[in-house]
């Protein structure tokens, strides 16, 4: 199964904030041991809202707003997603993450919906057509280089 791992964000990322070297080394290494096992498909920092924008499309209608965003605990710092067997994989890997000293470090770990979670919703063919699309976007994925 694939779970997005959102990151979210605290006062401190806000206000752009970086990490210490020492978190920034320490996530690197977790970063390679789920590279490594196999886990880690994806994952990215993201910076402050104050460098976002929000677009809300209702009745057709797209209406943009600039950061930045006041709620901190409906914000995102950064995400990663995973290929685990099972939501306690995936819990496993998050209790390993590496924090800064007493500052929280809160995850939220949501399970991707898959084609096959339509099946009795969707045809066959609409549900043949999303993998197509998925097996797509991996293709076109850029490749890692050293």
Same mark, same amino acid.
């Given at each position: 199964?694939?779970?997005?791992?959102?990151?979210?964000? %605290?006062? !401190? %990322? *806000?206000?752009?904030?970086? &990490? %210490? +070297? *020492? $978190?920034?080394?320490?996530?690197?290494? #977790?970063?390679?041991?789920?590279? =490594?096992?196999?886990?880690?498909?994806?994952?990215?920092?993201? /910076? %402050?809202?104050?460098?976002?924008?929000?677009?809300?499309? /209702?009745?057709?209608?797209?209406?943009? @707003?600039?950061?930045?965003? @006041?709620? @901190?605990? *409906?914000?995102?710092?950064? #995400?990663?997603?995973?290929?685990?067997?099972? $939501?306690?994989?995936?819990?496993?890997?998050?209790?390993?993450? +590496?924090?800064?000293?007493?500052?929280?470090?809160? $995850? !939220?770990?949501? +399970?991707?919906?898959?084609? !096959?979670?339509?099946?009795?919703?969707? @045809?066959?063919? !609409?549900?043949?057509? *999303?993998?197509?699309?998925?097996?797509?976007?991996?293709?076109?994925? &850029?490749?890692? =280089?050293?």
């Amino acid at each position: 199964m694939r779970v997005m791992v959102i990151v979210k964000a %605290s006062a !401190e %990322s *806000e206000a752009g904030a970086m &990490p %210490s +070297p *020492e $978190l920034l080394a320490a996530m690197g290494k #977790y970063n390679d041991e789920l590279i =490594t096992a196999g886990v880690m498909l994806d994952g990215a920092g993201l /910076q %402050s809202s104050a460098k976002a924008a929000r677009v809300c499309i /209702q009745s057709g209608r797209a209406t943009v @707003t600039d950061g930045p965003f @006041t709620e @901190t605990k *409906e914000l995102i710092a950064g #995400y990663w997603v995973w290929q685990v067997a099972s $939501l306690e994989d995936a819990v496993a890997w998050a209790r390993k993450a +590496p924090s800064d000293g007493d500052q929280p470090f809160n $995850l !939220e770990l949501r +399970p991707f919906f898959e084609p !096959e979670d339509f099946a009795g919703l969707a @045809t066959p063919e !609409e549900i043949a057509k *999303e993998q197509d699309w998925r097996d797509k976007q991996a293709a076109n994925a &850029p490749k890692a =280089t050293a």
